[in-house]
């Protein structure tokens, strides 16, 4: 019952100071030396998710992140950034591109996820990708074209080359208009990351009108 109730006011105490936006940086999170261009239109605030499928972490994520940016301003982008860090890293970077360009990434990206932790399916070979993907509507064929296609390995080398110029060294990570960076480890737990992303966007927003 203590433990219960030290855990929820350390969550009260966080949510007041993301809220004050009264963050302090190399504590609740970290400013590239070197921003990284945002991917984003004029005058929006971009927030990128770093994450891997086959992370625990990034998989116990997706509920308070899904929640928190259900309710974003109208004025932020969200988006997710596949880390490509060798082997499975790579085929599952490989999926998640290949799943936007057959246009089945919103209904498949959950149940992936689920798919790998819950059913112990690793979905790393590119046959077993294609199978998957045949269950939202298209062809194992068609799969294998856009998990194999010049356009969808060329996406995975882009989002490799952002990831290094992100230096980051693992997931997930919330990353606020290509600059503040945002961990487990700074935000002091997975719930609290998108308080503190959030408090980052205020931060963003009131540097632009100064």
């Known amino acids: 019952m203590l433990k219960s109730l030290m855990v929820a006011l350390a969550g009260l105490g966080l949510s ?21 261009p945002t991917q984003v239109e004029d005058g929006r605030i971009e927030v990128t998710e770093a994450f891997w499928y086959g992370c625990p972490h990034c998989y116990n994520l997706e509920t308070p992140l899904n929640a928190w940016v259900e309710e974003l301003p109208e004025d932020v982008t969200f988006q997710r950034l596949p880390a490509t860090m060798g082997g499975a890293w790579n085929q599952h970077a490989l999926a998640f591109y290949a799943a936007r360009e057959l246009g089945i990434q919103d209904d498949l990206h959950d149940d992936f996820f689920h798919a790998y932790h819950e059913e112990g399916r690793k979905l790393t070979e ?46 997930p990570a919330l990353i606020v208009d290509g600059r503040y960076v945002v961990t487990p480890s700074s ?13 980052l966007v205020d931060k963003v927003r009131e540097q632009r009108t100064e």
């Not at 100071?17 to 070197?34: F, I, K, M, P, R």
């Not at 298209?138 to 296609?149: D, H």
């Not at 935000?187 to 408090?199: H, R, T």
């Open 126 to 171: 590119i046959g077993d990708i294609a199978d998957f993907f045949s269950g939202y509507g298209v062809t194992e064929e068609a799969a294998t074209e856009a998990l194999t296609s010049f356009g969808v390995k060329a996406q995975v080398n882009r989002a490799h080359a952002r990831m290094r110029n992100m230096r980051l060294m693992g997931v």
């Open 187 to 199: 935000a002091g737990s997975l719930d609290n990351m998108p308080q503190i992303a959030g408090a």
């Open 16 to 36: 007041t100071l993301a809220s004050a936006a009264n963050l302090v940086e190399g504590q609740h999170y970290t400013t590239l030396d070197e921003p990284v």
